[in-house]
C-alpha cells in the first residue's frame, strides 16, 4: 500500500516571496479594479506546480495569525524593524485565502503562533502515522524539520524553482543535520527575523563550530579549550543571548493546534469557485488552462485541427488562394535578425498547409504569393516577417491585419509577444502559449513530436483569423483604425527597411576608444588606491562600503540588508566630502561605458557587412515611444565625454558619404502648448521665443531689460519639462537644488502665467479617473489602473501618468508619422539617402555628399509638417563625418 502524501504550505512567506518574484512586472498585474494581482498569481503558480508533481492525499496552507506571538513575549525584538508590508501586497492576502479555498486546500492559523510552529506539529504528527511530507517554504529556517519522511521545499529564483531539502542533502550541503541546523542560527542570528545571535559569527562560522563541536550545548561544555581569541570571548559573554536565540530559533512541534491529519483531505479543486476569482482578477491564462467560456461556464469545445503538411509535390494546392491569407513564421528566437525559420503556416478559409521547410518559401509558388500585394496577409509581427523573408531574397507585400500590433493598441499594458498569451487576453483559448509547448529558458525547444507542433502552428494561423473582426471591430469602437493603419502598420514597414539597412560601426575605432578607457581606467583605480591607502575590488559594494564608512568615516547615508548603500545616489549626496567619491563615480560611469558599449558594440557588429542592425520594438512602451534593442542604440551616454566619443565609431557605409541628422526642438513642450491651449504658452512658441528663457522672466519675475542668467534659464527649464512630467515641488527641489519651498513658489509663479496648463492638468486627471485612460491626438489610449488606488504612492504615479502621456504619446506618433512621409520622400525623389536610426526626437541619415542640401531642405520640411498643431514645430539640422562630429 502507497504511503499517503501531506502537503503543508508557508502560506505568509511563499505570499511575500511570489509578491516580490513578480515586483518587477507589478504594473502588469492589476485587474479591472485596480486591485494588484501579483502575489496571487505567484502563488497560483507556485500551486499548480507543486500539485502537479506531489499529488498529495492531504494539504493544508499555515497563515501567521498576527504579529503578536509567544515569541515576541519572551524577546521584544523579535521581528522588530521589519518594512511595513506594502499596501498593495496587504491588499492581496484575502484574495490568497480565497484562492487556497477554491483549490481545495485548507487553510489554519493559530492565534500566539506562527505558520511554521503549525507545519512543524503537523509534519511530526504525519511522521508518526507513516506520511510521506513535503513542506513548501521560501524561508530556510523550515529546513530544520527535514526527516527521513518529510522533505522541505525552499523556493529560489521565484515560486517554481525550489531545492529539496533532506537530512542527507543538508549533510552533503551544510555538513549539519536539521536538528543542528537550530544551533547554527542561535550563532549566526537572523536579520529578517531580528534577533542578535553572537558577534561576529555569521553563518559560515556558526557551521564550522556546530560541525566541530556537534551542538551549543557540546559548545559550551568545551568551550575552556577553545585558544584564547575575541571570538571566545563573545561566546562566553553572550551564551544567554546564544541560548535566547536557540529557543527562538527552535520551531515548535506541540502547537496546541485544533485540526488533526483526518481533517486535512485533498479532494481537488472547486471548479465553479476557481472559474469566478479568475474573472474577479482577470487571470485570464489559467482560464484559458481550465478550458472553459467565461460568461457560462461551459466547456470550450475545441475546434477541429486539420492541416496539410507542404512540400514539393503539393504546392499547387496554395493556388486556391485568391485575395487573403494567414501567413505565420515560427522565430524561436527573439532577435529575428539571427533567427532561423523553424517552420511557417500558410491558411485560407478554413484549409491550413504547414511546413518544416524554410527552403521552400523561396519556391515559386509561395514567392508570388508573398510579394503579391493584391493579397492580403494577417499575421503576427510582420515587422519580423518582412525582416525574415528579406534574407531569403523575399519582399512581404499587403500586410493585412497584424494581431502584435493591433493588440498593443487596445491595449499597451499587454505587450507580450506570445501570440497565445494574447490570445487568452481576448477570451480566445484554442491555442496554447508558445511556453507550455516549447519551455522556457534554456530547456526552451521546438517539440520532438512533428504533428504536435504543426498542430501549434496552426491553432495560432486559426487565432489569428478567429480574432481579426473582433479586434477590428474594437478599434474602430476606439477611433483606433486610423492609428493602425495610418501609423503603425506602415511605420512596421518603415522600421523593417531601417533594421536591414543597418547603421554602419567601425570596430578599428571602438578598440582604439577601447585601449584609453582601460587606461584611463588604470589611472581613476590607482588614485581611488592612493586616497584610500590601500587596494580593495572597487566593484565590491561590501568592501567599498567598509572603506567609505568605516576607515574614511564618511557619514552613512543609507543601509540595506547586507550593509552599507554605496549606489549612485548616495555616493552623489557624499560628493565634495572626499575627492575619492569624485573618483569612484567617474570610474563607474567609464566601466560601465567600456562594458556595455565598447565590448558590447563589438560583439553585436556583423562580420559580413560591418553594421550594427538592431531591432525596434513597437509594442513595448505604453506611450507608444519606440525602444531598441539589440543593441539599445538609443541610449549611448552623451553627458560623459567618453561615451559621446562612441559615436565616433558611427560612419557612413560608403565613402563620400555623410551622417546628417534632424531633430524637433522642444517637441513636448509644443505639444503641451497646443493640447492646453495655453495663450501665453502659444505666443511665446509662435513669437519663437527661447521658452525656457521666457519661462524664467515669468517665473523670476524679471522687468524688461534685466538679464536672465544661465542659472535662471537651467532652474527654468526644469520647471518647463517638470511640469510635464507632473513633478511635485521636493522634486523640483532635488532637480534644482532650492528650498523646497522656493520650488512651490516657481511652480505656482508658472501656474499664474500659464493658466490654461493648469486647468489641463486637473482636467485631465478628472477625466482619467472618471473614464480609465488618457489619449494622445491620435487617440493612442493608455489605461490607469491604479488611478483611484487608494495606495497613494500609486494613485499619484498614476495621475502623474495621466498628465504626461497624452504629451509623450502625442510626440511619439508625430516622429512616427515623420517617419513614414519622410520615408514616401525619399523614395519619390530617388535620393540614395537612407534613414538610419530613430533617437527619440531625432532621426539620423546617411547620404552621398551631393544630396546634404537636398536634405537640409527636405527633411525639415516634411518633419514640420508632419501634423497640424496650433504652434509651429522647429527642427534643427546637422551634419558631420560621423555621428559624433554632427555640427
Not at 491595449?411 to 519551455?439: C, I, K, P, R, W
Request: charged fraction near 25%; aromatic fraction near 8%; glycine fraction near 6%.
Amino acid at each position: 500500500m502507497a504511503e499517503k502524501q501531506l502537503l503543508l504550505i508557508d502560506g505568509n512567506s511563499i505570499v511575500f516571496r511570489a509578491f516580490y518574484a513578480m515586483h518587477t512586472q507589478i504594473d502588469r498585474f492589476t485587474n479591472q479594479d485596480g486591485l494588484h494581482t501579483a502575489a496571487i498569481y505567484g502563488f497560483k503558480l507556485m500551486l499548480d506546480h507543486v500539485l502537479d508533481n506531489f499529488k498529495p492525499d492531504a494539504a493544508l496552507v499555515a497563515f501567521d495569525a498576527g504579529k503578536t506571538t509567544f515569541r515576541t513575549a519572551k524577546y521584544h525584538d523579535y521581528k522588530a524593524g521589519r518594512a511595513k508590508t506594502p499596501e498593495e501586497l496587504t491588499e492581496q492576502f484575502p484574495y490568497v485565502r480565497q484562492l487556497v479555498e477554491a483549490s481545495g486546500l485548507h487553510s489554519y492559523e493559530l492565534p500566539d503562533y506562527e505558520a511554521d510552529d503549525i507545519i512543524g506539529t503537523l509534519a511530526k504528527q504525519a511522521d508518526q502515522a507513516g506520511f510521506r511530507t513535503l513542506i513548501v517554504s521560501g524561508d530556510r529556517d523550515l529546513t530544520q524539520l527535514a526527516t527521513d519522511h518529510t522533505t522541505v521545499a525552499v523556493t529560489k529564483k521565484g515560486v517554481t524553482q525550489t531545492e529539496h531539502f533532506t537530512p542527507e542533502y543538508m549533510k552533503e550541503k551544510l555538513g549539519v543535520t536539521p536538528t543542528q541546523f537550530i544551533d547554527v542560527k542561535a550563532l549566526m542570528g537572523d536579520s529578517s527575523d531580528n534577533y542578535p545571535g553572537v558577534t561576529k559569527i555569521g553563518e559560515k562560522t556558526a557551521l564550522n563550530l556546530i560541525r566541530e563541536y556537534g551542538s551549543l550545548d557540546g559548545l559550551y561544555e568545551n568551550i575552556d579549550q577553545m585558544k584564547k581569541s575575541k571570538r571566545k570571548e563573545n561566546l562566553i559573554n553572550e551564551e544567554a543571548i546564544a541560548r535566547q536565540c536557540q529557543d527562538l530559533a527552535r520551531i515548535r512541534r506541540d502547537a496546541p493546534v485544533k485540526i488533526g491529519l483526518a481533517d486535512l483531505a485533498y479532494e481537488g479543486p472547486q471548479q465553479e469557485k476557481l472559474i469566478d476569482l479568475f474573472e474577479k482578477l482577470n487571470f485570464k491564462s489559467f482560464l484559458a488552462k481550465m478550458q472553459v467560456a467565461p460568461d457560462t461556464h461551459q466547456p470550450v469545445v475545441s475546434e477541429q485541427v486539420q492541416f496539410t503538411e507542404l512540400t514539393t509535390d503539393n504546392l499547387a494546392e496554395l493556388k486556391q488562394i485568391k485575395d487573403q491569407m494567414v501567413f505565420l513564421l515560427e522565430l524561436p528566437d527573439p532577435n529575428y535578425h539571427v533567427s532561423a525559420v523553424a517552420g511557417f503556416v500558410i491558411g485560407s478559409q478554413g484549409h491550413w498547409w504547414v511546413s518544416q521547410d524554410p527552403e521552400l518559401l523561396s519556391a515559386p509558388e509561395i514567392k508570388e504569393l508573398l510579394e503579391n500585394p493584391k493579397i492580403k496577409k494577417d499575421t503576427f509581427n510582420a515587422k519580423a516577417h518582412y525582416v525574415a523573408l528579406h534574407r531569403q531574397g523575399i519582399e512581404l507585400h499587403g500586410n493585412g491585419f497584424d494581431f502584435l500590433l493591433v493588440s498593443y493598441l487596445l491595449n499597451t499594458n499587454d505587450n507580450s509577444n506570445d501570440l497565445g498569451q494574447l490570445a487568452h487576453e481576448h477570451n480566445y483559448y484554442q491555442v496554447q502559449s508558445d511556453e507550455e509547448v516549447y519551455g522556457k529558458g534554456k530547456s526552451r525547444h521546438l517539440p520532438d513530436d512533428r504533428s504536435v507542433f504543426f498542430t501549434h502552428l496552426v491553432q495560432k494561423g486559426m487565432a489569428i483569423e478567429q480574432l481579426k473582426h473582433p479586434l477590428t471591430d474594437q478599434l474602430h469602437e476606439n477611433e483606433q483604425w486610423p492609428l493602425y493603419t495610418d501609423i503603425e502598420r506602415p511605420l512596421s514597414h518603415v522600421l523593417a527597411k531601417m533594421e536591414i539597412a543597418g547603421v554602419h560601426v567601425d570596430a578599428t575605432t571602438l578598440k582604439e576608444m577601447g585601449s584609453k578607457l582601460k587606461e584611463r581606467l588604470a589611472e581613476l583605480e590607482q588614485a581611488i588606491y592612493n586616497e584610500a591607502g590601500e587596494e580593495f575590488n572597487i566593484n565590491s559594494t561590501k568592501q567599498l562600503g567598509t572603506i567609505l564608512f568605516e576607515k574614511m568615516k564618511l557619514p552613512v547615508i543609507k543601509k540595506t540588508k547586507t550593509g552599507y548603500s554605496t549606489s549612485v545616489e548616495v555616493l552623489e549626496k557624499l560628493q565634495g566630502r572626499a575627492p575619492i567619491i569624485d573618483n569612484i563615480l567617474v570610474y563607474r560611469q567609464i566601466s560601465k561605458i567600456q562594458s556595455t558599449y565598447i565590448t558590447g558594440l563589438l560583439k553585436v557588429i556583423h562580420s559580413s557587412d560591418q553594421k550594427i542592425h538592431t531591432r525596434y520594438l513597437q509594442t513595448l512602451t505604453q506611450t507608444g515611444r519606440l525602444s531598441s534593442v539589440d543593441p539599445n542604440l538609443q541610449n549611448i551616454p552623451v553627458r560623459l565625454e567618453e561615451g559621446r566619443k562612441i559615436r565616433r565609431a558611427f560612419k557612413p557605409s560608403q565613402p563620400g558619404w555623410k551622417i546628417f541628422s534632424s531633430d524637433y526642438s522642444q517637441v513636448e513642450l509644443r505639444v503641451l502648448a497646443h493640447v492646453t491651449g495655453d495663450r501665453n504658452l502659444q505666443q511665446d512658441f509662435i513669437d519663437g521665443k527661447d521658452i525656457h528663457e521666457s519661462t524664467a522672466r515669468r517665473i523670476f519675475h524679471l522687468l524688461p531689460g534685466e538679464k536672465v542668467t544661465p542659472n535662471m534659464r537651467r532652474q527654468a527649464k526644469a520647471v518647463n519639462f517638470g511640469i510635464v512630467y507632473g513633478i511635485s515641488d521636493y522634486g523640483l527641489s532635488q532637480n534644482i537644488h532650492v528650498t523646497r519651498k522656493q520650488a512651490h513658489e516657481f511652480i505656482q509663479s508658472y501656474f499664474k502665467e500659464f493658466p490654461g496648463v493648469q486647468e489641463y492638468i486637473e482636467n485631465i486627471v478628472k477625466l482619467a479617473k472618471k473614464q480609465g485612460y488618457v489619449e494622445t491626438l491620435t487617440h493612442r489610449r493608455r489605461y490607469l489602473p491604479e488611478i483611484n488606488s487608494k495606495n497613494f504612492s500609486r494613485r499619484s504615479f498614476a495621475e502623474r501618468t495621466a498628465m504626461n502621456t497624452p504629451i509623450q504619446g502625442s510626440a511619439a506618433d508625430i516622429i512616427k508619422i515623420a517617419m513614414i512621409n519622410m520615408n514616401e520622400q525619399l523614395q519619390k525623389a530617388g535620393l540614395k539617402a537612407k534613414m538610419l536610426l530613430q533617437i527619440h526626437d531625432e532621426l539620423i541619415f546617411e547620404a552621398p555628399e551631393e544630396e546634404i542640401d537636398q536634405l537640409r531642405e527636405l527633411v525639415p520640411k516634411v518633419m514640420d509638417s508632419a501634423v497640424k498643431l496650433d504652434v509651429p514645430l522647429k527642427v534643427e539640422s546637422k551634419v558631420g563625418d560621423t555621428w559624433y562630429d554632427l555640427k
